[in-house]
């Protein structure tokens, strides 16, 4: 049986990576960082997250898919254009107040051509925005699209270019006389060429890539075609050179034009001014130790991936010698991570190896759903300037977050600091005249409340707030070389023994079931500690709800089964062995639905000791609203009941039930909350209730509701981080004088991912 691990941590969390090797070059180690980018001055702040859908035209129903993919800005920083495929528009958001920007109205692209038209970049020339626009109409044997040019300050359509294919992304020189845009002609993806598997290549026509000429009058504007010799892509080690996709575009200081092929895993350096290719070579492949590989609920980082084709989606240059990808990878391979290459031989200066897929494992964004697929799944990029030095800005699509990276050694670079998202991320663009950044993110549901947004950070001390330390709250040390995993965080205790840790635990999102330690002295709170929960010396699947350590030492788990019956409070010694389990009585739990048992807290101990538990929705046959509080009393094995009255909701498909429950005193603390998150939210709150002299009842008798007081809006402090707010609020625990609350992230599935652990002041 193994024991608890624990690790020496500095006051300062640091993370300690090491980048892993490739086929084609050895690969330099990514330091450890400094910090969680303590410093204001030289942090990004984030400032506000505004759903899209909060701008869509009049007549569009706010459930309506609508998303926010890519974006640009205007000249004064002041005014962002975002494309919505899904509403087949570009949308327009006001910035003058980075902190509460407003929905600026959109433009359909039927008004521009048709209604089947889909916008696929945004780039911004002086007074116009250019919109690069895939009409194919999901032909992929006859892809076609244009390039529109739209006054920004009126909307009026000025000139259209045909580009005589299907496009995809766009960039604008930095002199302004040139645009460039992927000509990709997509695949069919359930298409079987001959000979080969479904979706895969050749599926002509071949892409290539538009030169737009730039100048005063955009009627003037025009348009050259610069094709990649098929010859020269197979020389050059591309894959499937008779079918070449362009992606993504970016041009360095000097016009030359930097283009990936994603599902070639190849990379074009192009002239601009003379339309010509100047490099072509392959982006090579990846072998990475160290990350989890199966989808099987554990977070194993054992895994790896063996010689797998990078295929880089998004590029970006670091000054005019190095270009860096993100690695995303399509249905051949994806390297997890990230690669800087010297743009002129295309030789590998630094791959980040599994660092990547470590950092969302220690933030607790790891996905367990894409963990046999493409992890983490790095796509956008982009290149900025923060304090004179090159940063390049990495985003995870799947895990939902940006990484800042300090590059002014391509050789090695420095980690910075990591900002949370909504789901998605697909858009990251620097507006550095402002010190800002916006990132827009694609996913929207609005069945599951999870909407497109773009998010708005400020960098410096101008845009901090001292009430805010920032994102990550709570984050994870290394144990056996790799930081600990976790997520889904569902349960919070103080520990009797400490007055600055706490012990936390994973629900059924990750298994085996265990107990984790958290130093809360420090910012973030650092997770340092596991204990194996184990029965018979054998690990064991539990969904631990709540989590309760006991005076006299172990801990008491509130188990939730899947049914009734299922629902267990398990007494679990020190070292996480099961000592005993309890269940309920047959009579309640024949009477829960999929919601049972959520909070446990401990009271006394010996012979006096009490448990305490909720139950998260009402009992069948009990009044309407009302859910049950439990009386566990070890020494007799009694149980006794009493009534709590839960708030009301109007919201269809919205539930209202409780979360914890902590013992403070006299009273008991108890979590309420609603099943809505974001801007929907509505219930999040701490009640008090005293704890009554009088024994509950016993068995299916009505049990006599609690009076309750309003002890905390917990809405305004969720809220205050200007993120989404979570819809989660699972755990709680007071210790050294405060409260600790934090929302289980679900394991990232259908959730922005982010923990927020707060810290509060005990409420009256």
Known sequence: MR?????????????????CGSDDTDTAALPAAEGWASDAATSYHRLATYPVFQNVPSGVAAEDETVAEISAVTEDGKTLIYTDAAGKRIGFLDLTDPAAPKGAGSVSLEQLGNADDQPTSVAVVGDY???VIDSSGGKFDAPSGRVDVIKISDRSKVHSIDLGGQPDSIAISADGKFAAIAMENQRDESFTPEGAEEGDLPQPPTGFVQILTIGDAPQQWSARQVRIDEAAAAAAGIAAPQDLEPEYVSFNGRGELAVTMQENNGIAIIDAASATVRSLFTAGTASVDGIDTDKDGTID?????????????????????????????????????????????????????????QLAVRTGLHIEDRAGKKGAEPEGLAVTELDGKPMVLVGSERSNFVAVYD????????????????????????????????????????????????????????????????????ASADADGAPIGWGALGALSADPKAADRLYTATDIAFGPAR???????????????????????????????????????????????????GNELIQVSADGAIDKRV???????????????????????GDSEAVWVVLQREVKGDPDGVARIGKYLPASGEWQWYGYQLERTTTEGDWIGLSEIVVDGDSLLIVERDKLSGPAATVKAVYRVRIPGEAGVRGTAAPTVLDKQLALDLIP??????????????????AGGKLYVVTDNDGVEDNTGETVLLRLAVPE
């Not at 608890?4 to 640091?14: E, F, G, S």
């Not at 107990?515 to 010396?537: F, K, M, Q, Y």
């Not at 999929?594 to 909070?599: P, S, V």
């Open 583 to 605: 269940a309920l009585p047959a009579e309640i739990a024949a009477g829960l639905g999929k919601q049972g048992l959520e909070g446990v807290a401990v009271q006394g101990s």
């Open 717 to 734: 402090e969720l809220a205050a981080g200007n993120g989404w707010v979570q819809e989660k609020v699972e755990g709680m625990a007071i």
């Open 129 to 131: 925005v250019l919109v």
């Open 515 to 565: 107990i984790l330690g958290v130093d809360a002295s420090t910012h973030p709170a650092v997770i340092d500690t596991e204990i194996p929960v184990t029965e018979n010396g054998k690990p064991v699947e539990l969904d631990i709800e709540g989590l309760s350590a006991r005076a006299d030492g172990g801990f008491y788990l509130a188990v939730e089964g899947k049914e009734g019956p």
């Open 301 to 357: 980082q054992t895994g790896e991936i063996t010689d797998v084709p990078r295929e880089p989606d998004s590029i970006g240059w670091i000054g005019d010698d190095h270009v860096v990808t993100a690695n995303e990878g399509d249905w051949k391979g994806g390297s997890r991570g990230w690669t800087i290459f010297d743009a002129k031989s295309g030789a590998v200066v630094f791959d980040a190896g599994n660092t990547f897929e």
């Open 407 to 474: 590059v002014s050694d391509p050789k090695s670079p420095k980690f910075r600091q990591i900002l949370p998202t909504t789901i998605g991320p697909e858009g990251i663009l620097p507006i550095p005249s402002r010190n800002l950044l916006a990132v827009s993110s694609e996913a929207d549901d609005a069945e599951i409340g999870m909407r497109a947004t773009v998010t708005l950070y400020g960098y410096g001390t101008e845009f901090a707030d001292a009430e805010q330390p920032g994102f990550p709250s709570i």
């Open 3 to 19: 024991k608890a691990r624990l690790l020496a941590v500095a006051a300062t969390l640091t993370v300690a990576v090491a980048a």
